[in-house]
Nanobody, 130 residues
Framework: QAQLVESGGGSVQAGGSLILACKYT??????????MGWFRQAPGKEREGVAS????????TYGDSVTGRFTISHDSANQIVYLQMNSLQAEDSGMYYC?????????????????????WGQGTQVNVSS
């Protein structure tokens, strides 16, 4: 069982930056945190994979719409996953969720489908004004 708590959302003007943080704790095996990532959801839209990261080896994968602007990273000592978001656009607005636990499914593929992740945080809101 893993628990994920996001922070760092807020309001920013287009072109600005935000950094999100996800503090995770688990009482189960390390498998639950082997692959972690971020999804987002805008009103009226489906959840979209933003970024994923293998915590062993730190391989990262990004959604097409954020590649080159967002960076996912991991602080293993403090059990925090970050999402650095630069050059934000109005289209980046939405609720951002920290996710974990693909139950062995390849991390670089899991970003394509929200159902691949077992554990979800409550989300943190990002609003980008144009």
């Amino acid at each position: 069982q893993a628990q994920l708590v996001e922070s760092g959302g807020g309001s920013v003007q287009a072109g600005g930056s935000l950094i999100l943080a996800c503090k995770y704790t688990d009482t189960g095996s390390t498998r639950s945190r082997a692959c972690m990532g971020w999804f987002r959801q805008a009103p009226g839209k489906e959840r979209e994979g933003v970024a994923s990261l293998r915590t062993v080896g730190t391989t990262t994968t990004y959604g097409d719409s954020v590649t080159g602007r967002f960076t996912i990273s991991h602080d293993s000592a403090n059990q925090i996953v970050y999402l650095q978001m630069n050059s934000l656009q109005a289209e980046d607005s939405g609720m951002y969720y920290c996710v974990a636990g693909t139950e062995g499914y390849p991390c670089h593929l899991a970003i394509r489908s929200a159902r691949r992740f077992t554990y979800w945080g409550q989300g943190t809101q990002v609003n980008v004004s144009s």
